[in-house]
């Protein structure tokens, strides 16, 4: 079955930290382009990162540079988004999508 899978959200206080995972079955992430996108509560989904194929580029969000960062694990078929320095506004669903295949999102809450 293809599909992908996230985990790793949850709340944490300003200025922590997390590291979202996104598995695949399937189907390879060496092979496509892998994005994580987010979407906060009465707001559209937004592109955050996304990583190229056997992770020869990426790409972030604005406001995300330089507190985000996108990695692969080849042999997990498994992408990461570690993120630093989380702000309120870095709230919400996050969904990871790759090869025409969204997950299921996992929430992160970042609130005092």
């Known amino acids: 079955q293809v599909q992908v899978r996230e985990s790793g959200g949850g709340l944490v206080q300003p200025g922590g930290s997390l590291r979202l995972s996104c598995a695949a079955s399937g189907f390879s992430f060496n092979d496509n382009v892998v994005h994580w996108y987010r979407q906060a509560p009465g707001k559209e989904r937004q592109l955050v990162a996304e990583?190229?194929?056997?992770?020869?580029?990426?790409k972030f969000l604005d406001s995300v540079k330089g507190r985000f960062a996108i990695s692969r694990d080849e042999a997990k078929n498994t992408v990461y988004l570690q993120m630093h320095f989380l702000q309120p506004e870095d709230s919400g669903v996050y969904y990871c999508y790759s090869a025409g295949q969204w997950g299921q999102g996992t929430q992160v809450t970042v609130s005092p």
């Open positions: 990583v190229t194929t056997f992770g020869t580029g990426t």
